[in-house]
């Protein structure tokens, strides 16, 4: 691996607001530097005529029918609510 190739562990997790011990350091520079071996592998292999896919088997339309079906029952729903009005959940306010 050559020096610009090299993440630097350090900054990301500057970056991320993580505090890591200099052995977790030392573990997670491994572990990425491993990945960006594989990464390099793979940016070798021949793919020309490989079609571009972004599942590994083929996924047709797996969208369910747009169907009317039994749901809850609103009263027995609107039992459960801390507060209710015109037949809606009451929230507290979160935007001042």
Avoid: C, W
Wanted: glycine fraction near 2%.
């Amino acid at each position: 691996m050559t020096q610009t190739d090299a993440i630097d562990v350090k900054y990301v997790a500057h970056l991320a607001r993580m505090q890591l011990s200099d052995e977790e350091i030392a573990t997670f520079q491994s572990q990425l530097e491993h990945v960006l071996v594989h990464v390099r592998e793979l940016s070798e292999l021949d793919v020309e005529g490989v079609e571009p896919t972004a599942h590994a088997v083929p996924v047709h339309n797996v969208f369910r029918e747009d169907a009317v079906r039994p749901s809850l029952d609103h009263d027995r729903v609107m039992a459960n609510a801390p507060q209710a009005r015109q037949g809606l959940f009451m929230v507290p306010q979160i935007i001042e």
